[in-house]
């Protein structure tokens, strides 16, 4: 009977078929191509998630949180490649803002809401958290330098503009890299999850799937993924004015949510079993993957495909809320412990931004 009741997103699969059959049928139904493909993603996102968690039961909560952040953002990688090899940049730019902006204020926040209303406290280890923070600060400054260059310097120094984002790319590239030899390796016992969580993890113990079912499930939703995404991009534009949206709004909030699906669902499962620190590395390191990892790979990859290269360059109003989530981000995981207010708070943050982009003028990075 528990099972009966257990939530699942997979009565969407008919959406899946849905997206397809109308891309090929009615491929002029923009909006409607757009609204099924948002649908059908999540189911398919959610088994993402489902198979990356129990890849993850094999390892620690470090490399556990790595592998569903990575595996995660591969929906949001195959969605931003498509859009850039279409040109749409500014969609893109918009959607790595609300990765970004969607794992460390929403789905931090709706993790450390429901898990503190099941958990009057929850706790977890300060110290990697404060690493995880001052990455995302890192990622901050990293976003906050080009544009500030930009303001400066002018639109005459557009080549010099995508040579700079070029070696900041790479910077960010050894920098990310050298992030994961100190979580995983030097300095891994500061990513592992406290007692509380392990004993929870004992307490609704399931059975786990096998690394042969764990990765065959994982193949096939990131390649249906992939294919629902190529769907979604090439309707994104025509919906976005059908439905009196700009692009930066469609990207940085329509878009970031439905790629970063399966981190959402993960994150949130795992808090409400009081695994926070699996939680956080989901929600923080996901963040700090899309700025240190796929920005600065979207960056190289554009040089080689699409009708020209993208840069770091982003909007003053994109930057400013990077850099406020970032800053409210820091403040909550400084603790070790976290509530339901605080959770609320995450939230608001991301309320009150979204809020802003829906009525933001449409702007272009350039």
């Known amino acids: 009977m528990k099972t009966l009741l257990k939530?699942?997103?997979?009565?969407?699969?008919?959406?899946?078929?849905?997206?397809?059959?109308?891309?090929?049928?009615?491929?002029?139904?923009?909006?409607?191509?757009?609204?099924?493909?948002?649908?059908?993603?999540?189911?398919?996102?959610?088994?993402?998630?489902?198979?990356t968690e129990h890849l993850a039961e094999r390892t620690g909560e470090g490399l556990g949180g790595l592998l569903n952040a990575t595996f995660g953002n591969a929906a949001e990688l195959i969605i931003a490649l498509a859009a850039l090899q279409k040109g749409l940049t500014d969609v893109v730019k918009a959607s790595l803002t609300g990765s970004i902006l969607g794992n460390i204020l929403l789905v931090l926040g709706m993790s450390c809401l429901l898990g503190g209303l099941k958990y009057k406290k929850q706790t977890f280890n300060a110290i990697g958290a404060r690493a995880q923070s001052t990455m995302l600060t890192l990622a901050a400054v990293a976003l906050?330098?080009?544009?500030?260059?930009?303001?400066?310097?002018?639109?005459?120094?557009?080549?010099?503009?995508?040579?700079?984002?070029?070696?900041?790319?790479?910077?960010?590239?050894?920098?990310?890299?050298?992030?994961?030899?100190?979580?995983?390796?030097t300095h891994k016992q500061l990513f592992v999850g406290t007692a509380a969580e392990s004993s929870e993890v004992q307490e609704g113990k399931h059975p786990k799937w096998s690394l042969k079912k764990s990765l065959t499930v994982l193949l096939l939703s990131a390649g249906m993924v992939g294919w629902i995404s190529e769907i979604l991009v090439g309707s994104v534009e025509e919906a976005a004015h059908a439905f009196g949206m700009t692009n930066i709004f469609i990207g940085v909030i329509v878009v970031a949510i439905v790629g970063n699906a399966a981190e959402h669902s993960t994150a949130i499962l795992v808090a409400i079993k009081n695994r926070m620190d699996l939680s956080i590395g989901i929600a923080i390191g996901s963040s700090i993957?899309?700025?240190?990892?796929?920005?600065?790979?979207?960056?190289?990859?554009?040089?080689?495909?699409?009708?020209?290269?993208?840069?770091?360059?982003?909007?003053?109003?994109?930057?400013?809320?990077?850099?406020?989530?970032?800053?409210?981000?820091?403040?909550?995981?400084?603790?070790?412990?976290?509530?339901?207010l605080e959770g609320v708070q995450l939230l608001s943050v991301y309320v009150i931004l979204a809020m802003i982009f829906y009525f933001l003028p449409e702007l272009t990075h350039s």
């Open 289 to 340: 993957q899309i700025a240190l990892f796929v920005a600065p790979l979207l960056v190289i990859a554009s040089h080689f495909f699409g009708p020209g290269p993208m840069d770091l360059v982003f909007t003053p109003v994109e930057v400013l809320a990077i850099g406020l989530a970032v800053a409210v981000t820091g403040q909550i995981a400084g603790d070790g412990e976290s509530n339901w």
């Open 144 to 185: 906050i330098v080009p544009a500030a260059y930009h303001h400066l310097v002018g639109k005459e120094a557009l080549l010099q503009e995508r040579n700079l984002s070029l070696d900041i790319s790479v910077v960010l590239l050894i920098t990310y890299g050298l992030s994961l030899l100190f979580s995983l390796h």
């Open 7 to 51: 939530p699942s997103l997979n009565w969407l699969f008919p959406f899946v078929a849905l997206a397809i059959g109308m891309h090929y049928l009615k491929p002029e139904a923009h909006s409607w191509i757009f609204a099924v493909s948002c649908v059908a993603i999540i189911p398919l996102a959610g088994w993402l998630g489902k198979a």
